[in-house]
């Protein structure tokens, strides 16, 4: 789709949190040349999601630790990913005051991928991602074996941190080549293609907030 189109097909789309004209068009051009993005200072509302997340976290009653693997086969293993989650639902009353905006944006971007890469995206899942001091999350990519569904990943740092917990970004062709490196920083935003780009998490030296997304080919099954 050619940027000029986008207000006709999107008519909300500069009423979104971090969705630009620019933003999108560098956004597309960058995962075609190299299967990633990255910007800094595109989601100003990122304090007040910080603010809500490190409330969460306090409660005691909501982030779990995160795990590896899909659904029954999932198995905590701290030798390669030691983090801690929360889930953030679409249909929570109590978070939606705060995430309803993001998550206009969140189907304001499928469709704009949808658009621009002939994806069938059709649903995202998302969460609040905490790595406290000495956590980390080895190289590794975000599809599963056996269950391809994942297509865009999608990162929002909520805060700044000094040294450690960086991101790394491989090559998408020479899979042992580091392509960048980022450090997260308040407001800024990464997105890659979730089958293509092999990422991992340094060791963090300070606690690192963020909002991981993954724009997914399945339709949700409720049992």
């Not at 293993?77 to 801690?84: G, W």
């Amino acid at each position: 789709m050619r940027i000029n189109d986008f207000k006709n097909y999107f008519p909300n789309l500069l009423n979104t949190p971090f969705l630009s004209e620019s933003v999108i068009s560098d956004l597309i051009s960058s995962l075609e040349r190299q299967g990633w993005f990255s910007a800094e200072n595109i989601f100003p509302e990122a304090p007040l999601f910080l603010s809500t997340c490190k409330d969460l976290y306090t409660s005691g009653d909501y982030f779990s630790e995160a795990m590896i693997g899909k659904n029954l086969n999932q198995v905590r293993e701290p030798s390669i990913r030691k983090s801690e989650i929360f889930w953030l639902e679409q249909n929570d009353t109590q978070l939606s005051p705060y995430v309803d905006p993001l998550f206009r944006s969140f189907d304001a971007l499928k469709n704009i991928l949808n658009e621009s890469f002939f994806l069938s995206l059709k649903r995202w899942e998302s969460q609040f991602a905490l790595y406290r001091k000495g956590g980390f999350y080895k190289k590794h990519l975000d599809q599963f074996k056996n269950n391809r569904h994942r297509q865009i990943t999608l990162i929002l740092y909520l805060n700044d941190c000094p040294e450690g917990g960086e991101l790394v970004l491989y090559n998408r062709d020479q899979k042992n080549i580091k392509d960048f490196i980022i450090k997260p920083k308040q407001g800024s935003m990464v997105i890659f293609f979730s089958n293509q780009i092999y990422h991992e998490v340094l060791p963090v030296t300070h606690p690192r907030y963020s909002i991981t997304t993954w724009f997914r080919d399945d339709l949700e099954v409720f049992l």
